[in-house]
């Protein structure tokens, strides 16, 4: 396991700490855990768009069609709110 320090403002210090005592974990556990689920989830972002950008490279697009169903349902609900 490697360590290294990161600056972050006071106010993000405080709040870590107040997650950390709710939690009954350590600041340290709190910082990983947010810097692992942060890696994750620009992973899974990157990897999607990578993909994305391979169909469209590959001509694979929604038909005009498709996407009109899909403008209609969220413009359809959001009138019946």
């Known amino acids: 396991m490697t360590a290294f320090t990161v600056r972050v403002p006071d106010e993000t210090a ?3 700490d107040q997650l950390a005592e709710k939690l009954d974990r350590s600041r ?3 910082a990983a855990q ?3 689920d942060y890696i994750a989830r620009e992973e899974w ?6 993909a994305g950008l391979i169909e469209a490279n590959h001509g694979e ?4 069609e498709d996407l009109a169903k899909v403008v209609r349902k969220y413009v359809k609900s959001a009138r019946q709110s």
Do not use: H, P, R, V
Not at 45 to 50: N, R, V, Y
Not at 61 to 64: E, G
């Open 61 to 64: 697009f929604a038909s005009a």
């Open 14 to 16: 405080t709040k870590l």
């Open 45 to 50: 972002q990157l990897a999607e768009i990578e």
């Open 34 to 36: 947010a810097i692992e």
């Open 28 to 30: 340290s556990y709190m």
